[in-house]
């Protein structure tokens, strides 16, 4: 076979010289996937810790977030004011949020061979709200050694924002206005409140706090009295993954003078009955009042809680039970069926007074009778008092049977 007056065997060999010719003078541009990848460690909090492969174009935010669950760092978990780099045998601190909230990315370097992040866990925190924007507002976490000021430089203030109206709230002190300027030499402090106010005037500073399981925990400003309970739960998100909405409530701090329980519990359906047994007994006892957040108008005051509980699966007894613990929760069932799988009473049980705790907060928390269970509640199984008093005064008895049996003796061999 011949091609233009040539071989097919002269052809080939012409065609594949010229190929190799073209294959030496084309630069050869090497494809993502076979970019050669570095090793960089990362361990502690948050993270998956290990050595991650990575391209050399990465930073250190990128990977922080692949070693996270779900690939997004939760930046109120770890100490992301304070990221520990170490490369080439000298450790840089960077802070996460200067990268985040300014764009500094002299806080968030290029990743190298060999580098080696360290994450702890945050655990000084400041709660900023107000005319403030930022990547992360509300509970942040605070620098070792930052003024109040440093601290809101990571934020933007808002057009409406008094730079001489900056409320700060400190635990053991009353609640002060400032200037920007004035707090530039004021070290910040763990659980500082700071609410940058607007420049209108406001009638009255107060604030709530939103805690447990919610998807933005922390101190809100409030207008006392006025600010209806659904504003706040807005601004908060709700709750978390983990959260039990159902189960919230409003804990307030103080008798509930103005509106008695039944204007609260007014109109709603499927109150557990230790709810509201819990309500007006806190309420009666000049203590905590606690209320549904289901109540979604209820006008806040200064120092109410919201508490989102965590999602429960467990009844807990506990007391004078064979076996005191955890057990899975099911619809309709009493007092009798959970005492019944902790194994039975035990023989110094009280079993007429048997009451269930329901808890609120560490501090409030309501005792009912055991007529209806939900997840979470705890069946409190006492100890009856004759029992009590046997086992208190048994070794006095005892101590004294063996004293008059050692002094008959004693007697005896003298006669």
């Given at each position: 076979?011949?091609?233009?007056?040539?071989?097919?065997?002269?052809?080939?060999?012409?065609?594949?010289?010229?190929?190799?010719?073209?294959?030496?003078?084309?630069?050869?541009?090497?494809?993502?996937?076979?970019?050669?990848?570095?090793?960089?460690?990362?361990?502690?909090?948050?993270?998956?810790?290990?050595?991650?492969?990575?391209?050399?174009?990465?930073?250190?935010?990128?990977?922080?977030?692949?070693?996270?669950?779900?690939?997004?760092?939760?930046?109120?978990?770890?100490?992301?004011?304070?990221?520990?780099?170490?490369?080439?045998?000298?450790?840089?601190?960077?802070?996460?949020?200067?990268?985040?909230?300014?764009?500094?990315?002299?806080?968030?370097?290029?990743?190298?061979?060999?580098?080696?992040?360290?994450?702890?866990?945050?655990?000084?925190?400041?709660?900023?709200?107000?005319e403030v924007r930022g990547y992360l507002?509300?509970?942040?976490?605070?620098?070792?050694?930052?003024?109040?000021?440093?601290?809101?430089?990571?934020?933007?203030?808002?057009?409406?924002?008094?730079?001489?109206?900056?409320?700060?709230?400190?635990?053991?002190?009353?609640?002060?206005?400032?200037?920007?300027?004035?707090?530039?030499?004021?070290?910040?402090?763990?659980?500082?409140?700071?609410?940058?106010?607007?420049?209108?005037?406001?009638?009255?500073?107060?604030?709530?706090?939103?805690?447990?399981?919610?998807?933005?925990?922390?101190?809100?400003?409030?207008?006392?009295?006025?600010?209806?309970?659904?504003?706040?739960?807005?601004?908060?998100?709700?709750?978390?993954?983990?959260?039990?909405?159902?189960?919230?409530?409003?804990?307030?701090?103080?008798?509930?003078?103005?509106q008695p329980a039944e204007a609260f519990?007014?109109?709603?359906?499927?109150?557990?009955?230790?709810?509201?047994?819990?309500?007006?007994?806190?309420?009666?006892?000049?203590?905590?009042?606690?209320?549904?957040?289901?109540?979604?108008?209820?006008?806040?005051?200064?120092?109410?809680?919201?508490?989102?509980?965590?999602?429960?699966?467990?009844?807990?007894?506990?007391?004078?039970?064979?076996?005191?613990?955890?057990?899975?929760?099911?619809?309709?069932?009493?007092?009798?069926?959970?005492?019944?799988?902790?194994?039975?009473?035990?023989?110094?049980?009280?079993?007429?007074?048997?009451?269930?705790?329901?808890?609120?907060?560490?501090?409030?928390?309501?005792?009912?009778?055991?007529?209806?269970?939900?997840?979470?509640?705890?069946?409190?199984?006492?100890?009856?008092?004759?029992?009590?008093?046997?086992?208190?005064?048994?070794?006095?008895?005892?101590?004294?049977?063996?004293?008059?049996?050692?002094?008959?003796?004693?007697?005896?061999?003298?006669?």
């Open positions: 076979m011949r091609i233009k007056g040539l071989p097919y065997s002269a052809f080939s060999m012409l065609l594949l010289l010229q190929l190799s010719v073209v294959a030496q003078l084309t630069p050869f541009t090497p494809r993502y996937s076979e970019v050669e990848l570095v090793p960089v460690t990362i361990h502690g909090a948050g993270v998956k810790a290990g050595t991650y492969y990575v391209p050399p174009a990465l930073r250190v935010y990128d990977i922080i977030s692949r070693a996270s669950v779900n690939e997004t760092p939760d930046l109120r978990v770890i100490n992301s004011r304070a990221v520990q780099v170490k490369k080439h045998g000298e450790t840089q601190v960077v802070d996460l949020l200067k990268f985040l909230n300014d764009g500094d990315y002299s806080h968030n370097p290029f990743i190298n061979a060999g580098m080696s992040v360290r994450l702890d866990f945050a655990v000084d925190f400041a709660d900023v709200q107000g507002t509300g509970r942040v976490p605070i620098a070792e050694g930052e003024t109040v000021k440093e601290f809101l430089s990571l934020f933007t203030f808002t057009a409406d924002a008094d730079s001489s109206a900056i409320v700060l709230h400190r635990d053991g002190k009353e609640k002060r206005a400032y200037t920007l300027d004035e707090l530039a030499d004021m070290p910040i402090k763990n659980k500082d409140f700071i609410s940058v106010l607007p420049k209108e005037n406001v009638p009255r500073h107060s604030v709530a706090r939103v805690s447990g399981e919610a998807a933005r925990p922390g101190l809100y400003p409030i207008t006392h009295g006025q600010t209806p309970l659904s504003v706040i739960m807005e601004k908060a998100g709700g709750a978390s993954p983990r959260g039990d909405i159902n189960r919230a409530y409003l804990i307030r701090k103080g008798k509930v003078n103005k519990l007014a109109g709603q359906t499927n109150v557990r009955p230790e709810v509201t047994g819990g309500f007006h007994y806190l309420a009666a006892s000049k203590d905590y009042a606690v209320i549904p957040i289901s109540r979604k108008q209820t006008p806040l005051e200064d120092g109410d809680e919201i508490v989102i509980p965590p999602v429960e699966v467990n009844v807990y007894v506990s007391g004078s039970v064979r076996m005191p613990g955890a057990y899975p929760y099911r619809s309709g069932k009493d007092a009798g069926y959970y005492i019944q799988q902790a194994g039975g009473f035990t023989r110094t049980a009280d079993r007429r007074n048997v009451k269930t705790i329901t808890p609120f907060t560490d501090d409030a928390y309501s005792i009912s009778e055991p007529t209806c269970l939900a997840a979470g509640d705890i069946i409190m199984v006492p100890e009856a008092e004759e029992d009590k008093w046997i086992r208190r005064w048994s070794p006095i008895i005892s101590a004294a049977a063996t004293v008059v049996s050692t002094v008959a003796i004693i007697v005896g061999m003298r006669n």
